[in-house]
């Protein structure tokens, strides 16, 4: 397999116990090739924010491992971390920061941060830069997450429930966002969402979480994303 070829996120024999009780995710597996849009849709509690801080390193499986570009995650070198953007439908931005502040300290911390394009989203979505984060509107915290994210510049974005604290129309905006990074950067994509309609619409390949397991979602492919959609067998992305 040449380099190009390696799937950018391999997910191997992974389960995930919390301390307090039953497993939540039972031996997943799957592969993601680079500059697609996987979509993971699960209802209320079956694991998807559990499965997308996993993802992002930010907890640990109980068996099993992560591997981006071959690097198994657990090994957490900045290396990793500049490939990866981690965007919790919940994420905590810095609090007392003035948003200009913040993007500042941020553009020194990403290597490949691409400050035009992170300027022309905070004016296009209307982020207010003098204002602290802790005095944003939720919508707005939801959006400027999103765009630091996008300006990090990431091979991989992991993103839960994008939106899901937006307007239907706002919330297809933001997810459209995303696709357009696929077409434009070869971003990989994996999102997660209560919505099977989301999947469909705008990812490459589908997946439901049940049961702490996935299982593939029949997409009607070509419908809003021809631009981006390529074949692809499906069962090289889910391994039993
Ligand atoms: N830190 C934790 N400790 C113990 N149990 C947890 C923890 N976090 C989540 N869980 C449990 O794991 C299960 C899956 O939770 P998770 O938040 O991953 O699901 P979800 O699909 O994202 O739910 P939602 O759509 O409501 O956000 C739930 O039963 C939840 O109570």
Partial sequence: MTVSEQPCLVIKNVSKRYRSGRFVLR?????????????????????????????????????????????????????????????????????????????????????????????????GFEIPLNRKVNQLSKEKHNWLSLIIALSARPKLMIVDEPGKE?????????????????????????????????????????????AGQLFPCELKKGVGHEAYMQPFAMERMVQS
């Fill in 27 to 123: 031996n997943i597996n799957l592969q993601v090739p680079q500059g697609y849009v996987c979509g993971i849709v699960g209802a209320p509690g079956t694991g998807k924010t559990t499965l997308t801080r996993l993802l992002g390193g930010l907890i640990r499986p109980t068996t099993g491992e992560i591997c981006i570009f071959g690097q198994n995650i657990a090994q957490d070198t900045p290396y990793y971390r500049q490939l990866v953007s981690c965007v919790l439908h919940d994420s905590a931005l810095y609090p007392k920061f003035k948003v200009k502040d913040l993007l500042l300290w941020l553009q020194r911390l990403y290597r490949h941060w691409d400050e035009k394009r992170c300027y022309s989203l905070v004016r």
């Fill in 166 to 210: 937006l307007s239907p129309a706002e919330k297809r905006e933001m997810l459209k966002l995303l696709a357009q990074d696929v077409v434009n950067h070869g971003t990989t994509v994996v999102f997660t969402t209560s919505i099977e309609d989301e999947i469909r619409e705008f990812a490459d390949y589908g997946f439901r979480l049940e």
